[in-house]
């Protein structure tokens, strides 16, 4: 079983300060971890993912996660945050199960840049 | 290099009536997966399609079914509409059963009123 868990369903933050969202995960198997940035009215944009390997891993757009196996972790950060930052985000686990990998999504942060 | 599509973009219908969304998943992929995201949550998975075949389903009832084409696209029926239906409904693609990266298209919104 895998679950995500997203603290925070909002985050406000300032112009060009320090953005952090957090995510918890429980997996069963070893996980896959993925960002995704939702934008009004748009699909889902994949943003970062961890797999194996070094455990900070970059993205697009300034973005940056560190996967944390001790804590079961992986927040999202920005130092600097952009307006056009302004949007939805989403953890995701994935883990290989019988030869399937499932998804499971967080309920996601709505995140507010305030000028 | 189109990526995935989806359509209609938007839909509305009637408590009890049946909807029928498309998807044309990204050049390359033969992997199709549904989610619906209702209002203020996240993706909720509702099933795959691999070789024309469901492979994995989520915790939906049967009112949920699909279908996928020689061509990979695929479609997601939906019958005796209930107003909990309403949702942004979300196709993803990839390559493989085992693969872990997905591609989101942008979206059906379906309104049940």
């Known amino acids: 079983a895998q679950s995500v868990t997203q603290l925070g369903s909002h985050v406000s933050v300032s112009e060009g300060a320090l953005v952090l969202l957090r995510c918890n995960y429980s997996?069963?198997?070893?996980?896959?971890l993925f960002w995704y940035v939702q934008y009004p009215n748009q699909g889902l944009q994949l943003l970062l993912k961890y797999t194996t390997g070094a455990t900070l891993v970059k993205g697009i757009n300034g973005f940056e996660a560190e996967f944390k196996k001790s804590e079961t972790s992986f927040h999202l950060t920005k130092p600097s945050a952009h307006m056009s930052d302004a949007a939805e985000y989403f953890c995701a686990v994935s883990g290989l199960s019988g030869g399937y990998q499932k998804v499971t999504f967080g309920t996601g942060t709505k995140l507010q840049v305030i000028p | 290099d189109a990526g995935v599509t989806q359509s209609p973009t938007h839909l509305i219908k009637t408590r009890g009536q049946q909807v029928t969304l498309r998807c044309s998943p990204k050049?390359?992929?033969?992997?199709v997966s549904w989610y619906q995201q209702a209002l203020g949550q996240g993706p909720q998975f509702i099933f795959q399609?691999?070789?024309?075949?469901?492979?994995q389903r989520g915790n939906f009832p049967d009112r949920f079914s699909g279908h996928q084409f020689p061509n990979y696209s695929s479609e997601l029926n939906v019958n005796a509409l209930l107003l909990g239906d309403s949702a942004l409904y979300l196709c993803?693609?990839?390559?493989?059963?085992?693969?872990?990266?997905?591609?989101f298209g942008p979206g059906t919104r379906l309104t049940v009123t």
């Open positions: 399609y691999y070789e024309e075949e469901e492979r």
């Open positions: 993803a693609s990839k390559t493989g059963l085992g693969n872990y990266e997905q591609y």
């Open positions: 050049s390359g992929h033969d992997t």
């Open positions: 997996s069963s198997v070893p996980p896959y």
